[in-house]
Structure formats: structure tokens, C-alpha cells
T-cell receptor, first 113, second 116 residues
Framework: EAEVAQSPRYKITEKSQAVAFWCDPI?????LYWYRQILGQGPELLVQ????????DSQLPKDRFSAERLKGVDSTLKIQPAELGDSAMYLC???????????FGPGTRLLVL | AQSVTQPDIHITVSEGASLELRCNYS??????LFWYVQSPGQGLQLLLK??????LVQGIKGFEAEFKRSQSSFNLRKPSVHWSDAAEYFC??????????????FGSGTQLTVLP
């Protein structure tokens, strides 16, 4: 069964450092999402891509976060500089079509010290 | 704006007992509704979804949910809980639209503990 891949699974970094997360969606899924999940809460959308284009990044803190999906396949989410409050699980999800379900990857757990 | 409320932060049940997790949503029209489960340190796995049609939907692992439009609810049920069901459960709502900006709004989750 096809799955959404994410790496790394865990990342520990110091405040003010740069971090990057990678996501490879299920093959053929045109829509890709990045979510942030703070411990004890539900996921919150950061950015949505349709192919290589950003559909919605209204909740992305653009002063420090950036996301790209250059070839419309895999995607990278970057934080620079990282802050203590960025400690969270970062989830990637993908969707095939308009009425299709979002499928989630295993997530990247980030700890900022 | 759409929102999802899961009023129970934590539920404890004994193995073999029945389970009901509550979910209420706020949205101007009939939304898409989902239940996901998350084991510790893992991503979200889809349990079931409602798009239209029969208001009682069956999912994986013996779970079912019933959409009640009059109560704006989509409660998750299981007749007999197994120890492996211990996890966090999230209800989510997504808009029905023709656009590509189709996003999910999640509730804050219900943590399920199963006693032996």
C-alpha cells in the first residue's frame, strides 16, 4: 500500500538554527499539505500545494517558515531560525482528487532547545 | 468559519466495553466528516469518512460513526473495545466546494485509555 514518506522522523536542534523537513506524497497525488501539531492539540494547516503552486499559506509564519514543491512531487518545509515555540510534530499529507481523503505521513517530531 | 469540538479530552474504558467518542461541528452546509486515529509518535490513520448518502458509516477496525445533521454531530462508536484501540482520536471537517482549496479543520482530540 502506497504511503506518504517523511524524513527525518525526529530532529533536535538549538534555537536560532535552521531545520528542514522533507515529504514525498503518494504517487500521483497532486495536492500536498503541511500541518503543525502541538502536543495535546489537533493538526493545524500551515500550507497547501496544488502541484507546484501554493494554494493557501495564510497560516504559515513567513518570516521564518518557507515551503516549496518545485517539481510538483516532493516538498520541503524549512524553518530559519528555529524558536522554542516551534517544537511540535510536523505532518505531511497528500490527496488525489477533489473528493478524496487526505493521507498522512508518520510526521517529523521537532524539539528546539 | 468551520470548527470542530471534541468535548471529551480523555476517556477511559475497560477492554470489551462499548465506546462512544463525541464530535460536534460548526459549518454552514453539509461538510465532509472524518475520524482519524493517532498512536503515540505516529501520523494519522483514517478510520472512516462521510461524504453523503447513508448517515451510518462503517470504518476499519470495527468502528462506525453516525452523522446527525440536526445535532451537527458525528460521533464515533465501537461495540467492544480492544487494548490496541488505545490512542488519540481526531474528528475533522472539510468543506464541500469545487475549488482546490479543500482543507481539514481538526478537533483537539480525545485520548482513549483502555483498562485490562
Amino acid at each position: 500500500e502506497a504511503e506518504v514518506a517523511q524524513s527525518p522522523r525526529y530532529k533536535i536542534t538549538e534555537k536560532s538554527q535552521a531545520v528542514a523537513f522533507w515529504c514525498d506524497p503518494i504517487s500521483g497525488h497532486a495536492t500536498l499539505y503541511w500541518y503543525r501539531q502541538i502536543l495535546g492539540q489537533g493538526p493545524e494547516l500551515l500550507v497547501q500545494f496544488q502541484d507546484e503552486s501554493v494554494v493557501d499559506d495564510s497560516q504559515l509564519p513567513k518570516d521564518r517558515f518557507s515551503a516549496e514543491r518545485l517539481k510538483g512531487v516532493d516538498s520541503t518545509l524549512k524553518i530559519q531560525p528555529a524558536e522554542l515555540g516551534d517544537s511540535a510534530m510536523y505532518l505531511c499529507a497528500s490527496r488525489l482528487g477533489i473528493q478524496e481523503t487526505q493521507y498522512f505521513g508518520p510526521g517529523t517530531r521537532l524539539l528546539v532547545l | 468559519a468551520q470548527s470542530v469540538t471534541q468535548p471529551d479530552i480523555h476517556i477511559t474504558v475497560s477492554e470489551g466495553a462499548s465506546l462512544e467518542l463525541r464530535c460536534n461541528y460548526s459549518y454552514g452546509a453539509t461538510p465532509y466528516l472524518f475520524w482519524y486515529v493517532q498512536s503515540p509518535g505516529q501520523g494519522l490513520q483514517l478510520l472512516l469518512k462521510y461524504f453523503s448518502g447513508d448517515t451510518l458509516v462503517q470504518g476499519i477496525k470495527g468502528f462506525e460513526a453516525e452523522f446527525k445533521r440536526s445535532q451537527s454531530s458525528f460521533n464515533l462508536r465501537k461495540p467492544s473495545v480492544h487494548w490496541s484501540d488505545a490512542a488519540e482520536y481526531f474528528c475533522a471537517v472539510g468543506p464541500i466546494s469545487s475549488g482546490s482549496a479543500r482543507q481539514l479543520t481538526f478537533g483537539s482530540g480525545t485520548q482513549l485509555t483502555v483498562l485490562p
